[in-house]
């Protein structure tokens, strides 16, 4: 069948076949609809529910909202102590026989703590909040011709070594200018990291539809006094949550971040690589 230029832009852009259109659809006669239908499914994440806020978290979004516009903003900030993940990260290295990124350890604990989190969500209107069951992570990736934050999909559900291949690959194709658009779409939670740049912390937009984002700063060392009167240094790291008000409280915010110490805290390397 024939398809006019912008049907053949999409499927090429989200490499989709004309075989898989046939197989979906059932029907060799395909319209932009199908099309548009079935990039939702394959690339979107799958909701988990929907719910309207209740009277307070309503009253609440509008006041907030109409003071700030946008997303209401609001961050805050916990050290870390990185040494156990650190660790995982050279027994992970030992076994793939190169360097591996400190923002590609965070994946798997970060995406424990958002499976059905609050902040893996997106606000539509005044008061309907749409809650995720994909874990979908977008990688804030700085380029020549600027900032790109393409997306990892359910990390949550992928071994290490099938989510470092995905990894390397959506950080190269960025860097490289080669990115799709279904590479920038159905991001739920947005992670960006510049301790590689020497920043000890840092206050990050959210980038919409998301309701929130993690920022990272640089590893750094912690010297602290034992009980003994011993001098012992500790590999430590800032983490800083920005999320919308409108739709959770510090306390949501602190608790998330609580949770994120204790998963890098207890990470262990077994239950995520297959041999």
């Known amino acids: 069948m024939e398809l006019h230029s912008e049907l053949k832009y999409l499927l090429e852009q989200y490499d989709i076949s004309l075989d898989e259109l046939f197989s979906k659809t059932g029907t060799r006669e395909i319209t932009e609809k199908d099309v548009l239908e079935y990039i939702k499914e394959k690339y979107y994440p799958k909701v988990k529910f929907i719910r ?17 516009h946008s997303a209401v903003h609001v961050t805050l900030f916990k050290t870390i102590n990185v040494e156990p993940l650190l660790s995982i990260k050279e027994k992970f290295e030992a076994i793939l026989g190169g360097k591996v990124s400190f923002t590609f350890m965070l994946l798997k604990p ?4 958002l499976k ?11 008061d309907q909040l749409i809650v995720y069951e994909d874990v979908n992570i977008a990688i804030a990736v700085q380029t020549e011709r600027g900032l790109v934050t393409p997306v990892i ?3 949550d559900e992928k071994d290490l070594k099938t989510l470092y291949k995905e990894y390397v690959d959506i950080i190269m194709r960025a860097r490289s200018f080669k990115l799709k658009q279904k590479d920038l779409v159905g991001g739920t939670f ?3 990291n510049l301790g590689m740049y020497g ?13 929130a ?17 011993n001098l012992k240094t500790m590999k ?5 949550i920005t999320f919308d008000h409108r739709i959770a409280d510090g306390v949501d915010a602190a608790i998330f971040l609580a949770k994120l110490e204790d998963k890098i805290r207890n990470f262990r390397l077994e239950d995520y690589v297959i041999s």
């Open 153 to 155: 999909r359910r990390v």
């Open 190 to 192: 947005t992670l960006s």
């Open 52 to 68: 309207k806020l209740d009277a307070v978290r309503k009253l609440t979004a509008k006041r907030l909202s109409s003071s700030y």
């Open 236 to 240: 430590i790291a800032t983490f800083s």
């Open 116 to 126: 059905g989190s609050i902040f893996n969500s997106e606000l539509q209107g005044e």
């Open 213 to 229: 984002i993690l920022g990272v700063g640089r590893v750094r060392e912690k010297l602290l006094l034992m009980s003994n009167g």
């Open 199 to 211: 920043i000890d912390y840092f206050t990050q937009i959210i980038n919409p539809p998301q309701v």
């Open 110 to 113: 970060l995406s424990e703590v």
